[in-house]
């Protein structure tokens, strides 16, 4: 059982930055690769990027290589995604995820996780 509670979302202007973050309840948090999706209001939900247990590998979706980058601390139990350069295209609900299967595959697909948080607002104005 694992309980995510995703923070750091708002408003902010293209260009501009957020970090966002994803605190995880659950001694065997490290051991879960974990990843953030967004929603836009509309579309389907999207992957956005993913990193392994102990960090040492991520995935980023192609239209937000280079903007964003995520991250963890298993000693804080926190995932976090930073995001820089924000674009209007990037206006969703985040959510932050936790895959129990322990297998790395590089893709991310929203039946793999098994925990989701309640998602935080990022709007980003033009």
């Known amino acids: 059982q694992v309980q995510l509670v995703e923070s750091g979302g708002g408003l902010v202007q293209a260009g501009g930055s957020l970090r966002l973050s994803c605190a995880a309840s659950?001694?065997?948090?490290?051991?879960?690769?974990m990843g953030w999706f967004r929603q836009a209001p509309g579309k389907e939900r999207e992957p956005v990027a993913a990193?392994?247990?102990?960090?040492?590998?991520?995935y980023s979706a192609d239209s937000v290589k280079g903007r964003f980058t995520i991250s963890r601390d298993n000693a804080k139990n926190t995932v976090y995604l930073q995001m820089n350069s924000l674009k209007p295209e990037d206006t969703a609900v985040y959510y932050c995820?936790?895959?129990?299967?322990?297998?790395?595959?590089?893709?991310?697909?929203?039946?793999?996780?098994?925990?989701w948080g309640q998602g935080t607002q990022v709007t980003v104005s033009s």
């Open positions: 995820a936790a895959d129990t299967g322990l297998i790395w595959t590089g893709i991310m697909e929203s039946q793999k996780y098994d925990y």
């Open positions: 659950g001694r065997t948090f490290r051991i879960y690769n």
């Open positions: 990193i392994s247990r102990t960090g040492g590998l991520t």
